[in-house]
Nanobody, 125 residues
């Protein structure tokens, strides 16, 4: 049974930084893709970043150059370093995992069947 638990969200002023963590359990790292998604008020879920051995390290266009995804397999933890935060980054952030993308776009949520409960990030201007 896979379990993902996010932490590290909070409130920050524009221009600030936060690091999100996602504790991952029950995942086989033989074939995996881990991702961060976010969903702001009234918005659709948006792919933020991906990392894994069945997907490349990639970023959504709205965070490219500001956010960095990383993973520590020994610690079973996924990270998202967020720098130069903007008010439009305000959202609930979710980590997600899949062991099979089947040709689907890694930044799309369709093939991720394991999700955390989310952690709120609020950026004030």
């Amino acid at each position: 049974q896979k379990r993902l638990v996010e932490s590290g969200g909070g409130s920050v002023q524009a221009g600030g930084s936060l690091r999100l963590s996602c504790a991952v359990s029950g995942l086989s790292y033989t074939h995996h893709c881990l991702a961060w998604f976010r969903q702001g008020p009234g918005k659709e879920r948006e792919g933020v970043a991906t990392i894994g051995n069945i997907c490349s390290t990639s970023y959504g266009k709205n965070v490219q150059g500001r956010f960095t995804i990383s993973q520590d397999i020994a610690k079973n933890t996924l990270y998202l370093q967020m720098n130069f935060l903007k008010p439009e980054d305000t959202a609930m952030y979710y980590c997600a995992a899949t062991t099979a993308l089947d040709g689907s776009w890694p930044l799309g949520p369709r093939k991720y069947n394991n999700w955390g409960q989310g952690t709120q990030v609020t950026v004030s201007s």
